[in-house]
């Protein structure tokens, strides 16, 4: 169990690493952007069937603030202090045993566990089924946007709403983290899509390659778009509401924020759903073919040091920021 010697897949965990430590991004207590905390933490070490990764990049999720305040405590019952953050980029560094898919030095990528410590920090204990190989084309910090919101827009599109080519879609805040993903992976697979976004990002819309954009500033989106195979629900409340409307007989109604009423689906003769993302590492390697092959790219609203956390948790919490905000963790 304490075995120093390096195993067929790399080294196992090692005595003379305890006690090391790491910069890290904690909260003490659950409370508003305040209570991040930039400092020293211990460093992790892999168990088996776990991988260190050196970490490059952090995305910022809104599920990163909802921890932070104390929304999420009786789904995930997390222990401080708390390491935030579940998107990552970066370089494995060591391998507990019985890891075979990656070696030492592999650029890599991935969505860990949001019951376990996150990635705001220097390094991170992941387990080898969350992790992929990083797309070949992207540089760590873009790839750090990556895992999280384009595994919510896979897994709401093909897995649970079983998008199929010609159909129509209608994604709501499609410039926004989860959105500007689904805009491109519907389009990847054939669809013709309606997406929802204001005045300032009609022309991101255009260039994710929307169909038919709405500005919902201007006009409602019932007028625009009908008949449509599934809706993306990624803002809840009268939004949710007035998205049924829209489906066609047979059609489906995935949230991401709020589960829709199961009466409602079943007097109009549609399917509500609702979806929490989980890790994948296989869909997140199908996600890095389509990367590399230019049929899918992240979009970055800016770039942070992770010292300024509280920074990108505020801006996160506008809900006005296109595309993802990443932390840059190694310098």
């Not at 579940?86 to 030492?104: H, T």
């Not at 919101?149 to 159909?167: E, H, K, R, V």
């Not at 169909?211 to 989106?221: H, V």
């Amino acid at each position: 169990m304490n075995a120093t010697k390096p195993s067929a897949a790399g080294r196992t965990s090692n005595p003379q690493r305890q006690g090391k430590t790491m910069k890290a991004v904690r909260i003490h207590r659950y409370g508003g952007p305040e209570v991040l905390q930039c400092e020293e933490a211990p460093r992790p070490e892999p168990q088996a069937g776990e991988v260190l990764v050196r970490v490059h990049a952090a995305g910022v999720n809104p599920i990163d603030w909802k921890v932070r305040e104390g929304e999420m405590k009786d789904f995930w019952p997390h222990k401080f202090p708390l390491i935030l953050g579940w998107d990552l980029a970066g370089v494995v560094e060591e391998l507990g045993q019985g890891v075979s898919r990656f070696k030492i030095g592999d650029d890599v990528y991935g969505l860990p566990d949001p019951t376990r410590g996150g990635a705001y920090a220097d390094y991170i204990v992941v387990r080898e089924s969350e992790l992929a190989l990083k797309p070949a084309s992207l540089h760590h910090i873009r790839a750090g946007a990556v895992p999280l919101a384009a595994l919510t827009a896979w897994q709401s599109l093909f897995d649970t709403g079983q998008l199929q080519p010609g159909q129509r879609v209608l994604i709501h805040a499609g410039s926004g983290g989860v959105g500007h993903f689904a805009v491109q992976l519907g389009k990847w697979k054939g669809a013709y899509v309606f997406a929802t976004a204001s005045t300032k990002n009609q022309d991101l819309l255009r260039e994710l390659g929307v169909d038919e954009p709405i500005d919902y500033t201007k006009q409602r989106f019932e007028n625009v778009a009908r008949n449509i195979d599934i809706v993306l629900d990624t803002i809840g409340g009268e939004t949710q509401e007035r998205s049924w409307s829209v489906l066609k007989k047979g059609g489906s109604l995935v949230s991401l924020v709020q589960p829709p009423s199961e009466e409602k689906a079943k007097e109009l003769g549609v399917r509500g759903a609702f979806v929490a993302s989980h890790p994948n590492g296989e869909q997140l390697a199908e996600i890095a073919k389509i990367i590399d092959s230019g049929k899918l790219a992240p979009v970055i609203d800016r770039i942070l040091p992770l010292s300024e956390a509280r920074r990108a948790h505020e801006l996160s919490q506008t809900s006005h920021t296109h595309g993802k905000i990443v932390l840059r963790v190694k310098e």
